[in-house]
């Protein structure tokens, strides 16, 4: 006995890429928004973090959601998110005084 037809195409590929493309878009806010913290903490101006790590944790999410293939072409923006990250902590704990942990 056969399965009666979906109501609709359902298109696994343009799924993935539409699921790509919004990883793509959450990476570049997420870095841009890691740029201007930056830039305003070398300027003296005090920062509110709060939502970063909510949006680093559904860019993540999103990520391991991805086929491989997709995960790997996106794999060199994280890269890029994790350095800046990185350099904003640094910048933050000297404006702080404060060393990280051993």
Not at 27 to 45: I, K, S
Not at 54 to 80: K, M, N, T, V
Request: hydrophobic fraction near 45%; aromatic fraction near 2%.
């Amino acid at each position: 006995m056969q399965s009666p037809p979906l109501p609709f195409a359902l298109d696994l590929e343009a799924a993935d890429r539409a699921a790509f493309l919004r990883a793509e878009q959450a990476a570049d806010a997420l870095g841009r928004t890691l740029r201007l913290a930056l830039a305003l903490l070398e300027a003296g101006r005090t920062l509110d973090l709060t939502g970063l790590e909510g949006c680093a944790g559904r860019l993540c999410a999103g990520a391991l959601d991805l086929p491989p293939e997709h995960g790997q072409r996106l794999r060199p923006r994280l890269q890029s998110l994790l350095a800046e990250t990185a350099a904003l902590e640094a910048l933050l704990r000297r404006s702080a005084g404060t060393t990280p942990p051993d």
